[in-house]
């Protein structure tokens, strides 16, 4: 539900693109918190390197796509 909250009001001001790639990079921080911190009951998944330079990579992905919506 709050994603297509997120959608309808982020949408017509971002675009569709930074929009999705935003809300994918939120729903995958809460995933991976979830697994660091075993909420919910799930078994924890230590927070290793791979999962920090993703979410790096997704931010800078994320930044980038904002930066060329602005110039353009």
């Known amino acids: 539900m709050a994603a297509v909250i997120s959608m309808i009001v982020a949408a017509p001001q971002l675009g569709i693109g930074l929009a999705v790639v935003g809300i994918l990079f939120g729903q995958v921080t809460i995933g991976i918190l979830i697994d660091t911190f075993g909420w919910f009951g799930v078994e924890k ?8 330079i993703g979410m790096v990579l ?11 919506k602005i110039g353009a």
């Open 45 to 52: 998944i230590p927070l290793d390197y791979n999962r920090v």
């Open 58 to 68: 997704m931010l800078a992905g994320v930044f980038f796509v904002y930066r060329s």
